[in-house]
């Protein structure tokens, strides 16, 4: 028994002296961390050190775990916000398909002007590129290059539309300016006078509300023109939301 208290006291002793000398190398693993992240921690004990140096040692995975969730909500959040732009690319085309038939219908003389059929397709055209662009949602082979190229195109009929038309109505004043200038570019204007039969026989020259038709007609294609450059400008959103997650690989 004495013999055996010697030797117990003296493992105790080394032990102590190994825990001692593991906190310490604790305290300075957490010191040297800490002073990487700009940051102190102040300790008090063992167990605040020992705590810490846990806590420190979980950080890298609690950080990977948010950046996932932040990542998965990115995923989420980018195909509803898709969905909601191609919304407004389905209503502008259908409020210029909606325009362009209308004026369409006013046309009773003569051939109808190629910039009217025109601006129908477009309508028609962005409308069908919306859908597209909503079934990409669903189907990976309509997404990503396929989807940009679509995008593209109904892009560039758009801009092509939007500049036809306002080449057409450049220099009318729509709100009726009493100027013999403009009154004659009212009455000449295709789109706005309903067909002529001959140079200064056309359809609402004997209309009886002719004039306000005729302002009434150049207005809608002032509103087509508008709705086919807000359309350019919707694609462009589409298109970067279709980078965005080409990069991102979601």
């Not at 109808?112 to 909503?134: D, E, K, N, W």
């Not at 057409?168 to 004043?173: A, R």
């Not at 306000?212 to 007609?217: C, G, L, Q």
Request: charged share 15%; hydrophobic share 45%.
């Amino acid at each position: 028994m004495d013999i055996l208290v010697p030797i117990t006291m003296k493992s105790a002793a080394k032990c102590d002296k190994q825990c001692e000398l593991q906190n310490s190398a604790n305290h300075q693993i957490l010191e040297l961390q800490s002073l990487r992240a700009g940051k102190t921690f102040p300790l008090t004990n063992e167990t605040d050190t020992t705590t810490a140096v846990a806590a420190t040692h979980r950080s890298p995975q609690s950080a990977h775990g948010s950046l996932h969730i932040r990542i998965n909500t990115m995923a989420i959040a980018n195909p509803l916000l898709n969905f909601v732009v191609r919304g407004f690319q389905a209503l502008f085309g259908i409020v210029v398909l909606g325009i362009s038939v209308s004026l369409i219908r006013g046309h009773h003389w003569g051939g109808l002007p190629a910039s009217l059929g025109f601006s129908a397709f477009v309508g028609g055209v962005t409308i069908l590129g919306a859908a597209l662009g909503v079934a990409g949602l669903f189907f990976s082979f309509l997404d990503g290059m396929v989807g940009l190229i679509v995008d593209g195109v109904v892009a560039v009929i758009n801009a092509a539309g939007g500049i036809v038309l306002a080449l057409k109505i450049s220099g009318v004043d729509c709100d009726g300016d009493p100027t013999l200038k403009n009154r004659a570019k009212l009455l000449l204007n295709d789109i706005f006078n309903g067909g002529c039969r001959a140079e200064d026989e056309c359809w609402y020259y004997y209309e009886e509300n002719g004039a306000n038709i005729m302002k009434s007609r150049c207005k809608s294609t002032q509103a087509d023109c508008v709705f086919m450059f807000l359309t350019v400008v919707v694609l462009a959103v589409t298109a970067l939301l279709a980078f965005l997650r080409m990069k991102k690989g979601y």
